[in-house]
Nanobody
Framework: QVQLVESGGGLVQAGGSLRLSCAAS????????MGWYRQAPGKQRELVAT???????NYADSVKGRFTISRDNAKNTVYLQMNSLKPGDTAVYYC?????????????WGQGTQVTVSS
């Protein structure tokens, strides 16, 4: 079974930075598009950023210019570098990956990591 394990969340002051990591474990799989989503209390989960196999990236307008998504294919890991954090960025951040396993595609979600930005 493939699992996505997230790390790097925490409490940071406004203007600070955090780096989230998400590593896929298992065997016999390949990773297609990877991304980060977030969900604040009382709100729907929203897309933050995605990155394709070819390295093409997309960002939500609210984080564009502040967040950077990247991936290390050798480590099966996706990162989210978050700079100039704002209180509005406070949310649970979820890693997402579309994974090919035994000739089928599956969507996997990480367990979520809390990011809290204080003013």
């Amino acid at each position: 079974q493939v699992q996505l394990v997230e790390s790097g969340g925490g409490l940071v002051q406004a203007g600070g930075s955090l780096r989230l990591s998400c590593a896929a474990s298992g065997s016999g799989f390949s990773i297609n598009t990877m991304g980060w989503y977030r969900q604040a209390p009382g709100k729907q989960r929203e897309l933050v950023a995605t990155i394709t196999n070819g390295g093409n990236t997309n960002y939500a307008d609210s984080v564009k210019g502040r967040f950077t998504i990247s991936r290390d294919n050798a480590k099966n890991t996706v990162y989210l570098q978050m700079n100039s954090l704002k209180p509005g960025d406070t949310a649970v951040y979820y890693c997402n990956a579309v994974i090919s396993l035994r000739a089928y595609n599956y969507r996997y979600w990480g367990q979520g990591t809390q990011v809290t930005v204080s003013s």
